[in-house]
């Protein structure tokens, strides 16, 4: 399960509504952008986390309860049509994509898989989408079981990305 999101992870990005199944996941300062609404169980660290920013004058985030167990999925959205992921196998780590074939249309929608050639994935890499081609394009994004940590800024130039959801084990 992902147990920490970056600084910065998905800033810059589109997102509105985050489903964070972890009560144990922290998450870094402006990991997301202002107004995200969070959705996490009572009492988890995403829940303090918007607390601790809940009576700022700019309101930065939003707290919406969901029940433990639960969990909404948007794999019916994502798929991953075109990309090929480099890893580190001595990190366990995504540290970069390419698209395949760049005359074929690029998928909008991507999972970030838990297993790259053999390789047990743990890590996103910081910046992996940040100012690469075709993030701007992505619109959601599935965070794999297994996968732990999501780096710095890892999403932070996808702009149009409005759909995250992260698993819960």
Aim: aromatic content about 12%; charged content about 20%.
């Amino acid at each position: 399960n992902v147990i920490s999101i970056g600084v910065s992870a998905f800033g810059g990005t589109g997102i509105t509504d985050v489903y964070i199944y972890n009560p144990n996941c922290e998450v870094a300062t402006n990991a997301f952008p202002k107004g995200t609404v969070i959705h996490a169980p009572k009492g988890s660290k995403a829940e303090t986390f918007v607390k601790k920013y809940e009576e700022d004058v700019n309101c930065l985030y939003k707290f919406v309860e969901i029940e433990k167990g639960t969990f909404k999925s948007i794999d019916k959205y994502a798929d991953n049509k075109n990309y090929v992921f480099t890893v580190d196998s001595s990190k366990a780590s995504i540290t970069g994509y390419s698209i395949a074939d760049a005359g074929k249309p690029y998928s909008e929608k991507v999972v970030i898989p838990a297993n790259v050639n053999g390789v047990e994935i743990k890590t996103i890499g910081n910046g992996l989408f940040r100012a690469k081609p075709y993030s701007a394009s992505l619109f959601a994004g599935v965070i794999s079981e297994g996968i732990e940590n999501i780096g710095d800024g890892a999403f932070s130039t996808c702009l149009n990305l409005n759909k995250v959801s992260f698993p819960s084990s």
